[in-house]
């Protein structure tokens, strides 16, 4: 099963809602569609590392062979067209 993956965005959002509602955190996870232990865990992190919370260590790593893997499917469907493309012709011409 992949793992999920949420935007510091995301995350300082959550953590923000829990501070500023009166709310239970668990309430705000279930609002969100998120474990209860996952936003209590990111509140924590924001508590002890304030601003350098949710920097993550591999994001634009991550983010560039997403990037790099989708260039591929496309490079990999337009050879498959030329190449059938060429048959085509081929026997056309033939």
């Known amino acids: 099963m992949k793992r999920k993956k949420y935007s510091a965005e995301f995350k300082a959002g959550a953590v923000e809602q829990v501070r500023r509602s009166d709310v239970s955190c668990a ?3 279930r609002e969100l569609g998120i474990a209860s232990d996952l936003l209590s865990r990111w509140k924590r992190e924001a ?5 350098k919370a949710f920097i993550g260590s591999g994001a634009a790593r ?3 062979v997403v990037r790099l893997k989708r260039e591929l499917t496309r490079v990999q469907k337009e050879r498959d067209f030329l190449r059938a493309a060429a048959t085509f012709f081929a026997r056309e011409s033939s």
């Open 47 to 51: 508590d002890t590392q304030g601003s």
């Open 62 to 64: 991550d983010e560039e």
């Open 27 to 29: 309430q705000v996870a």
